[in-house]
């Protein structure tokens, strides 16, 4: 699987964005997606998943109810909208894909099998 994120910018703090991850390839339905974050200087971060069909999504404490993880499996695209952006939310982020069901939350880096090549995210206060 190939990912390709998009959506990134420069946004005011309170303001919205939505990033986008197409991905290659067929098998785009069969894959829990993720979305992680990375400041500068810090470790990369979980921001939110979702299931297969997209009935299931989970998400950082930090992110529930300003952020909203949704996949269209015909397009092979899964979507973060971001609302309420705060300057903290300043980071790369990365779209992941994960071809095995999880047996737990997969919020770890280590629980994804491809990735995507980041886009900055830059919030301004």
């Known amino acids: 699987v190939q990912l390709q994120a998009s959506g990134g910018g420069l946004v005011q703090a309170g303001g919205s964005l939505r990033l986008s991850c197409a991905a290659s390839?067929?098998?785009?339905?069969?894959?829990?997606m993720g979305w992680f974050h990375q400041a500068p200087g810090k470790e990369r971060e979980f921001v939110a998943a979702i299931s297969r069909g997209g009935g299931t999504t989970y998400y950082a404490d930090s992110v529930k109810g300003r952020f909203t993880i949704s996949r269209d499996n015909a397009k092979n695209t899964v979507y973060l909208q971001m609302n309420s952006l705060k300057p903290e939310d300043t980071a790369v982020y990365y779209c992941?894909?994960?071809?095995?069901?999880?047996?737990?939350?997969?919020?770890?880096?280590?629980?994804?099998?491809?990735w995507g090549q980041g886009t900055l995210v830059t919030v301004s206060s």
């Open positions: 992941a894909a994960r071809s095995r069901i999880p047996t737990t939350t997969p919020r770890s880096v280590g629980d994804y099998n491809y």
């Open positions: 390839g067929r098998t785009f339905s069969s894959n829990y």
